[in-house]
Structure formats: structure tokens, C-alpha cells
């Protein structure tokens, strides 16, 4: 359920969204996360969705350029501009270096 | 409903949990966002929680020394310790410099 992360420095991207329509997108969302945990810099995705719509996904990387490469998957890339026109009505992504955490 | 965040860079908590219990938890939990919003350096607050308990908090502020005050602030450790023994049966606190960020 929590991703399983290494000792800081690692990054993570944060997505908020807010969903809008429905039509192929737990197909979609289930594929891309199949695709992800492929990638090279892959460390763990952790993501929350409630009743009023608004999602918070934080993905996990070893380093901006697995980020980088990943946004830029061709497959991926589809899956992006769909999202744009047809599941989120709002969205914001920002990528950031943990420097520390700590657990319960 | 997202945070109006500023140009990077700025700095995220990202709060994954599981929760196991509810008696206290609403009033603290609005409280906790009431005080925060009135600390030096809380940029904004964005939060998702599905019905399997798994929920996503990221708090945003302008630095690192706000977030450890924030930390330390009294009436939040007694939540903390709260949080620990009521309210979370697992938690993952991570906390991050955002390098850069883009939306829809």
C-alpha cells in the first residue's frame, strides 16, 4: 500500500487532479501503472481518490531523468492527452527531491 | 480546492496514511488545518482519502524551518501523539523541496 522507498534522496511527483469523466479510465490507470513499475528510476506509487473527486497520486523516482523519460513514453504520452481532454477537469503535477522521511 | 503554490522552489509534506480510528478525528483534523494555515511559511493544503482508508495529505510551505516548526508547535504534537495511538493504524511522512511544477 505505501511504496517502499530508499533512504533520501529520491523524488517524487505529486499529481492532483480532479476527475471529470469516466469512459476507459481504470483501464488506462491500471496500464499505466503496469508501465511505470517498468520503468528504469521506478520506486513506488502511492495514490487516494474521494467522493468529491479530487485525487492526489505521488509517484516515486530515483532521479529527475527517469521523470523526465517516463512523461515522455509514447504510450504514456496518449494516456496524458486523454487525461487532459477527458478525465480531469483540473490537474497540477509537481515534481520534487525528498530529503527526509520518516514512519510511524 | 489546490493549493496556489508560487514559483518554485518551495517545499512539500507529503502525509501517506491508513486510518483505523474516527472518535476526535474530524474536529482535529479541521482544527490542525485551521492552526496550519496560521503558521509563518504555510503555502496551502491539498488532501484525498478513498473508502479504503488510505489517504494523501501535502501540505506546502515556503521552507524547511517552518515545516520543523510546525512540527514542534504544542497543540500539533498532542495531535501527532493523537494521530500515532487513535487515529492511523501506518503512516509515511515525507518532506520535499519542489524543483519544478506545471498545470493543465
Redesign the interface.
Known amino acids: ?2 511504496a517502499s ?1 530508499p533512504k ?1 534522496p529520491y523524488y ?1 511527483v ?1 499529481f ?1 487532479s ?1 476527475r471529470s469523466g469516466d469512459s476507459g479510465y481504470a483501464e488506462t490507470s491500471e496500464r499505466m501503472n503496469e508501465l511505470a513499475r517498468q520503468q528504469p528510476g521506478f520506486l513506488g506509487i ?6 468529491d473527486g ?3 497520486t ?1 509517484s516515486y523516482w530515483s532521479d ?1 531523468e527517469s521523470i523526465r523519460a517516463w512523461k515522455a513514453n509514447a504510450e504514456h504520452r496518449i494516456a496524458q492527452q486523454r487525461g ?1 481532454s477527458e478525465w ?1 477537469s ?15
Chains 1, 2 share one sequence.
Not at 502511492?46 to 467522493?51: F, I, P, T, Y
Open positions: 500500500m505505501f522507498t533520501p517524487a505529486i492532483t480532479v502511492e495514490s487516494a481518490r474521494g467522493d479530487v485525487g492526489i505521488v529527475l487532459k480531469y483540473d490537474y497540477v503535477t509537481r515534481v520534487c527531491r525528498v530529503e527526509y522521511d520518516y514512519e510511524r
